[in-house]
């Protein structure tokens, strides 16, 4: 079965510093995606950054980057120039591509506190 | 702008009661999701449909069942609520032919059991 690991339940940042959430995985898949949600307080759940495991170049979104490292099975996300409104706190998820449904299997999460 | 509205942002019930918990998308996604919160474990999933009238269980349907009898809404059921159901409960879906796009996510419902 799949896991997904977040060993950071919180981390700080101060404000336009860089920051890297971590996140590790465990799949007998050879194709599959990963995804980096964020969940600010009291608001919905966005999507922030996906990646396609057979794809060896690193997704980026404005500030936000991962760094895909496919034989550790190691997904970070790294966040540039932070802002106040980047505090949520997010999830790193996995979704096989075989059989696949659509389902994601979420890591623990990561509370990030950006600093003025 | 697409929406995942959800029913109550809020809910208090007691021991044994029913509990019915909505979600309602506006985007003809196929696929609707059920996922319950909780500190330090992440999202956990209770129940997913990819079509009116079928569901499939997740990792933890132990307690709850879903109905879906539109395309739009997915209902979660507590039969007898308990305590250990308290939890922050979230609604998701997602396009059936394209999945791996994203999942798009109400604003969840806490619900406590007393």
């Known amino acids: 079965a799949q896991t997904v690991t977040q060993s950071q339940p919180e981390m700080s940042v101060q404000e336009a510093e860089t920051v890297t959430l971590s996140c590790t995985y465990d799949?007998?898949?050879?194709?599959?995606?990963l995804f980096w949600y964020k969940q600010p307080p009291s608001r919905q759940m966005i999507l922030v950054i996906r990646?396609?495991?057979?794809?060896?170049q690193n997704a980026t979104e404005n500030r936000f980057s991962v760094n895909f490292q496919k034989a550790a099975k190691s997904f970070s996300l790294k966040i540039s120039d932070s802002q106040l409104g980047d505090t949520a706190m997010y999830f790193c998820?996995?979704?096989?591509?075989?059989?696949?449904?659509?389902?994601?299997?979420f890591g623990q999460g990561t509370t990030l506190q950006v600093k003025p | 702008d697409v929406k995942v509205t959800q029913s109550s942002r809020y809910l208090v019930k007691r021991t044994g009661e029913k509990v019915f918990l909505e979600c309602v998308q506006d985007?003809?996604?196929?696929?609707m999701f059920w996922y319950r919160q909780d500190p330090g474990l992440g999202l956990r999933l209770i129940y997913f449909?990819?079509?009116?009238?079928?569901?499939e269980k997740g990792d933890i349907p132990e307690g709850y069942s879903v109905s879906r009898e539109k395309k739009e809404r997915f209902s979660l059921i507590l039969e007898s609520a308990s305590t250990n159901q308290t939890s922050m409960y979230l609604c998701?879906?997602?396009?059936?032919?394209?999945?791996?796009?994203?999942?798009?996510f109400g604003p969840g419902t806490r619900l406590t059991v007393l």
């Open positions: 985007m003809d996604h196929e696929n």
């Open positions: 990646q396609e495991a057979y794809k060896q």
């Open positions: 449909s990819y079509d009116v009238k079928m569901k």
């Open positions: 799949t007998s898949e050879n194709n599959y995606y």
């Open positions: 998820a996995f979704m096989g591509y075989s059989g696949n449904t659509g389902k994601l299997i």
């Open positions: 998701a879906s997602s396009l059936l032919a394209r999945p791996t796009l994203a999942q798009f």
